[in-house]
């Protein structure tokens, strides 16, 4: 029995061999072709992806895990990976040039061509949602487009980029929408408007924390609590060291506390306690912020590897910043701590503009560990910004591969490419720009190209492989 199974195993495709970025142009070698790159389970295969706005660093993150979703599995039991993308916000004109597109190719192409292409259930939603977004009155609640909707987006694709290819079939790949979990916060619009705009294979949930999630440095950010204030230590006391996590029960402990103070000094006194107020105000905050409860399925129940889980920061969930760290660092904790070991498979955490999250203490110390525990727990960390020098160093050292997309922004990320990639100077050329003509050129021959630096020791110039919902 064991032997049938060793052999088994051993008859497994290969797999994790992704097409991480498309075909490579490359600068000392001719010829063009596929480039792969081999996700390892030995590694944490962290990636950096950096350049300039509009560059198209959002679209090769989602081609990334749009390749690991369709070509992977993991552990013993071949499981889908687990893929949280925290979304930093939603893109108006994409919807626009989505409409304007259908619109385009309906009359040039016809309907038969267009079914065929995008299948025919996922066109006939396509053209409802293309009808919601020609209505005036639904301005401002349609039209709102994540820049990781994994489903409309991909009409986009189908546009000719030469007189025989799309950009999607110039690399064998087709239009495709992805299963999609959108978790929302304090929604600011309806959420069957969010699924209107996420596309057909979303699930949206509105989604809170659970008080049982916090502990006392939790509601000392968020509550902007003095830790050397008597009232904070009271709170302190029954909220971590007696594990009371309600409110209600916090503010009754406080009262018992000040009760036997009062008690133990021998002390009658008929005056009000300022420091049982100083409680019973920062129980009254808590309880009134919608983001918390006390029971319910809450937002680390609901995360699982069944679909792509993105967590929606933009402008459809009212969030505070100091709230979409604690959201970030709760995700990340939980994953290291709990779902590595509920489950055998791979974890990807995919952030645009991550840097944000990452700017005092407790966010350099969740990615300190992150980097230090993510190889042994198979986690894998993915992220995008325009400058290296607004990432921690922890991230900047210790990523696997570093992406640019177009160009780099900064000459000090330049000096400190060269520190770290041995070939660095000699492979990358930065393109200048003498006129505003030569900029827009410039932007028009970059987008989707740049280079790859493979376990920062290698580095190609390529052209990355495009989002199947650009």
């Known amino acids: 029995m064991v032997e049938a199974v060793i052999n088994a195993a051993t008859t497994l495709p ?6 991480l970025v498309g075909k490579a142009n490359q600068v000392d070698e001719t010829g063009s072709t596929y480039r792969y790159l081999e996700l390892t389970e030995e590694d944490a295969n962290h990636i ?7 560059f198209r660093k959002t679209t090769a993150m989602k081609a990334l895990i749009q390749e690991i979703w369709t070509k992977t599995s993991w552990g013993r039991d071949r499981e889908k990976p687990l893929i949280v993308v925290f979304e930093a916000k939603y893109d108006r004109a994409k919807a626009q040039a989505v409409k304007n597109t259908f619109i385009t190719l309906l009359k040039e192409k016809g309907e038969k061509w267009l079914k065929d292409r995008l299948g025919e259930e996922h066109y006939k939603e396509m053209k409802f949602y293309i009808t919601l977004l020609m209505n005036p009155g639904m301005a401002g609640s349609i039209g709102l487009m994540g820049d990781f909707a994994l489903a409309w987006g991909n009409i986009l694709g189908l ?12 690399f064998g790949l087709r ?3 992805f299963p999609m979990r959108r978790i929302v916060f304090n929604p600011t619009r309806e959420l069957h408007h969010i699924a209107y705009d996420s596309g057909p294979e979303a699930e949206i949930i509105a989604t809170k924390i659970k008080y049982s999630r916090l502990n006392f440095e939790d509601l000392a950010k968020l509550l902007n609590l003095n830790n050397y204030t008597i009232y904070s230590g009271v709170i302190k006391e029954a909220w971590d060291h007696l594990k009371i996590r309600d409110p209600d029960e916090v503010l009754h402990r406080a009262k018992e506390i000040y009760q036997e103070m ?6 009658e006194s008929a005056k009000p306690n300022m420091s049982l107020w100083g409680v019973k105000a920062t129980m009254e905050r808590l309880k009134n912020n919608p983001l918390f409860e006390k029971d319910g399925k809450d937002l680390i129940d609901i995360i699982d590897n069944d679909k792509i889980n993105v967590i929606d920061f933009s402008q459809n969930s009212r969030l505070t910043l100091e709230e979409k760290k604690l959201i970030f660092r709760k995700i990340i904790e939980y994953l290291m701590n709990e779902y590595a070991q509920i489950k055998e498979t791979a974890i990807f955490i995919v952030g645009d503009e991550i840097q944000k999250y990452l700017d005092d203490h407790t ?8 980097f230090r525990e993510g190889r042994s727990n198979q986690i894998n960390f993915f992220a995008a910004t325009q400058y290296l020098h607004s990432l921690p160093s922890e991230l900047v050292y210790g990523a696997t591969h570093v992406a640019i997309l177009g160009f780099l922004t900064s000459a000090d990320d330049a000096r400190l490419l060269k520190k770290l990639v041995p070939d660095f100077e000699l492979k990358y050329h ?3 720009a003498r006129t505003p003509g030569e900029v827009e050129k410039l932007r028009r021959e970059h987008k989707g190209r740049g280079y790859i630096i493979i376990n920062k020791l290698f580095t190609e110039r390529i052209l990355f492989r495009p989002s199947q919902t650009l």
């Open 430 to 432: 930065q393109p200048l």
């Open 14 to 19: 290969k797999q994790r061999n992704i097409i």
């Open 159 to 170: 546009q000719k980029i030469d007189s025989r290819n799309t950009e999607l079939s110039n």
């Open 48 to 54: 950096v992806f950096l350049g300039p706005s509009g």
């Open 363 to 370: 966010g350099r110390k969740i990615i300190s560990s992150l």
């Open 175 to 177: 239009p495709e929408p």
């Open 262 to 267: 009062l008690e133990f000094l021998e002390i």
